[in-house]
């Protein structure tokens, strides 16, 4: 695409993207963490990779063992 298109339109098309991530709003992550942080321990609970998974629901358990003789 970019092999299409002339210095110009490339310079045009990154000034537009500029303008956009200019415009977007932030907010500083030490006023959004605490909010993740109660997020992600209330949902905790549920989170099979802290929990972990039952064996009976767990579709990667081994079906039968090797056995060497």
Wanted: include cysteine; proline fraction near 6%; aromatic fraction near 2%.
């Amino acid at each position: 695409m970019a092999r299409d298109m002339s210095d110009k339109d490339i310079l045009k098309m990154e000034l537009d993207q500029l303008k956009k991530e200019v415009s977007t709003s932030r907010t500083a992550v030490s006023a959004t963490a605490p909010e993740l942080i109660a997020y992600a321990e209330t949902q905790s609970a549920e989170d099979p990779l802290i929990k972990g998974v039952p064996e009976d629901k767990n579709p990667f358990k081994e079906k039968g063992g090797c056995i060497i003789t």
